[in-house]
């Protein structure tokens, strides 16, 4: 099984399934994989092109691209699907057959819908993100032994500590100055966590004159109206890098808290969910759990307050915490790299392959 189909509705910029797709297909490539991308499009289609990723573009309704799903599975002889989001996963489903598997990864609730459950259901193997994504695809009937946890991975290459901080010269920030960084999209919920942390914010930046904040991500130049002057509204960020090295901190959810850790920077995690708090050595493998506060059973409610002692505690000991974001980085090295994450992914890739021939089920270690 060589030749794999990964499928994505639109390749965005900045977002969290995007990433992991690019990733995920660039690893692949590199594993020996003939790999092609069922897509409509997006900022992110050239680079996939360049790395030698086939692009096969499919816009217009879900019955147009249904059409056009099944003339490219025949003609190109994709023998695996591997959809990422939902109206992916319903599209491969509808043409799954004896000789062609599909996996699907569940990247959070908002994809799990009630149809998205149905076409799970009729996957070869399942993949969730986190536990409480696990919980959630378990609990809505799909079988034990189809169900895989494999946590996100980072590419290591780009997100590892160094000492630059290109972003600081270029937004003219001094180079004394406690930098606050923020990142994660403005859209759909992610929009309103971003406003919220912006907020609670805002009253400790406008209070001390040393000290600056950093926004990222897509949609933020168009939804924040702030005007303070010392918070900087970045719109979407290529070099996420260089960005969390400009920062003393950075604060985040998903995958962004996963590199900005990596970089070596203190790293607060808060999501949709629920607050998780400042990560290091011993939390951090709890904290992937949820995604880092993304994903959960039920919303857990947190206060500015505990958002602000966070960095104030960071602030009055930066030398330490720098000591101990360090330390962590390198445990996200070992555990959180995209190289195992792929590798993780081929085994269920293998599983699948050998039920298809053998038609029973072989367990694996990646299985819940």
């Not at 594993?31 to 499919?58: C, D, N």
């Not at 992610?190 to 991500?217: F, S, T």
């Not at 947190?302 to 445990?331: C, M, N, P, V, Y």
Request: glycine share 10%; aromatic share 6%; net charge positive.
């Amino acid at each position: 099984m060589r030749k794999v189909l990964l499928m994505i509705h639109r390749l965005l910029q900045g977002g969290g399934t995007e990433t992991h797709v690019r990733l995920l297909a660039k690893k692949l490539v590199q594993e020996g994989y003939q790999v092609g991308v069922f897509t409509s499009g997006g900022p992110w289609t050239p680079s996939l092109q360049k790395a030698g990723i086939r692009i096969h573009m499919a816009d217009g309704d879900i019955g147009e691209r249904l059409r056009l799903l099944r003339q490219i599975v025949v003609r190109e002889r994709y023998t695996l699907l591997h959809a990422h989001d939902g109206s992916s996963c319903r599209l491969a489903a509808a043409v799954k057959g004896p000789q062609r598997a599909v996996v699907m990864t569940i990247h959070g609730t908002y994809m799990f819908d009630g149809e998205t459950q149905q076409a799970a259901r009729k996957a070869d193997a399942v993949i969730a993100v986190s536990e409480d994504i696990a919980a959630a695809v378990q609990h809505a009937g799909i079988r034990r032994e189809r169900l895989h946890l494999i946590y996100n991975g980072i590419s290591t290459h780009t997100f590892h500590p160094a000492r630059t901080g290109r972003l600081r010269r270029t937004q003219h920030i001094p180079g004394d100055a406690f930098v606050i960084g923020y990142a994660g999209r403005f859209t759909y919920a992610k929009e309103e966590l971003g406003r919220k942390i912006v907020r609670a914010l805002y009253p400790y930046v406008a209070a001390n004159p040393g000290v600056y904040m950093l926004v990222a991500g897509r949609n933020s130049l168009e939804t924040l109206r702030t005007r303070h002057g010392r918070i900087r509204i970045c719109g979407h960020v290529d070099d996420m890098g260089s960005f969390y090295r400009s920062c003393n901190v950075v604060i985040g959810t998903g995958r962004v808290a996963l590199e900005a850790a990596a970089t070596g920077t203190p790293t607060v995690a808060v999501g949709e969910m629920k607050w998780v708090g400042r990560l290091h050595a011993a939390n951090l493998d709890a904290a992937a759990r949820s995604n880092f506060g993304d994903h959960g059973h039920r919303y857990k409610a947190w206060h500015r307050g505990q958002l602000l002692q966070a960095i104030k505690d960071i602030a009055s000991d930066s030398r330490q915490a720098e000591t101990d974001a360090l330390r962590l980085s390198r445990h996200i090295a070992r555990h959180y790299s995209a190289g195992q994450m792929c590798r993780q992914v081929i085994r269920v890739y293998h599983q699948v392959d050998t039920r298809k021939r053998s038609g029973r089920s072989v367990r694996t270690k990646t299985q819940v």
